[in-house]
């Protein structure tokens, strides 16, 4: 069984510009959420979406968004990037249903903002 | 408002110890406790989960124990190995509501000496 995936593996942005990451989950995992890493913040919660729904979201600025779609992969948007969002972006995978389920990662998108 | 520390931030130990890694919550109400490794600049990989239920999970050389009443989690590493070289995470997954969000600790930074 493939793991998660996530696409691209490193970007490279100027301040002010926007940027699509994306998330392929395991199949049959309908349930996947992102986190960001940074040195100084450790890993923090963005949002999770489930059977395209959101169904949580962590202290972020608007500028962060997510979408999920009917096959589970998911995307999210940072617009007006700016340098303190360089980090790596993980994203979660599971089955979503029930409440005790494992949790398996992607190997993250490097973004840095220059 | 859950809060994760891990100690200690960093171990050095020589190749063939047995050690243990620290993890504490503030909060009980948790559905379960999750273990990860993190090679530098990769995505997390999942090495144990134990449900709130439950006092332990081992796999191979991994132990891990769960005092939901205390706090406190630990990872038990036998025979430690220099492959075993990477920053350990543990993050718990909160009671109430359904949502996969995590709350993880600083990690701990283990080197193991050949």
């Known amino acids: 069984k493939a793991g998660v995936t996530q696409t691209p593996r490193y970007l490279i942005k100027t301040r002010g510009q926007q940027v699509t990451l994306s998330c392929s989950p395991i199949?049959?995992?309908?349930?996947v959420s992102w986190y960001q890493q940074t040195p100084g913040q450790g890993l923090q919660f963005l949002f999770e979406?489930?059977?395209?729904?959101?169904?949580n979201k962590g202290n972020f600025p608007g500028r962060f968004s997510g979408r999920q779609f009917s096959n589970s992969r998911s995307e999210m948007n940072v617009s007006t990037l700016e340098l303190g969002d360089s980090a790596l972006y993980l994203c979660?995978?599971?089955?979503?249903?029930?409440?005790?389920?494992?949790?398996?990662f992607g190997p993250g998108t490097r973004l840095t903002v220059l | 408002k859950q809060e994760v520390t891990q100690i200690p931030a960093a171990l050095s130990v020589p190749e063939g110890e047995n050690l243990v890694l620290n993890c504490s919550f503030t909060?009980?109400?948790?559905?379960?406790l999750q273990w990860f490794r993190q090679d530098p600049g990769k995505g997390l990989t999942s090495l144990l989960l134990i449900q709130s239920s439950q006092r332990e999970q081992t796999s191979g050389r991994l132990n891990a124990s769960l005092d939901k009443s205390s706090g406190r989690s630990t990872l038990y590493i036998a025979a430690s190995q220099p492959g075993d070289s990477a920053t350990y995470l543990c993050?718990?997954?909160?009671?109430?509501?359904?949502?996969?969000?995590?709350?993880f600790g600083t990690g701990t930074l283990l080197a193991v000496q050949p």
């Open positions: 993050a718990v997954r909160r009671d109430g509501g359904a949502t996969n969000k995590l709350i």
């Open positions: 979406y489930f059977s395209e729904t959101q169904r």
């Open positions: 199949s049959g995992h309908r349930s």
């Open positions: 979660a995978s599971s089955h979503g249903a029930d409440r005790y389920n494992e949790q398996f």
């Open positions: 909060d009980s109400a948790i559905y379960n």
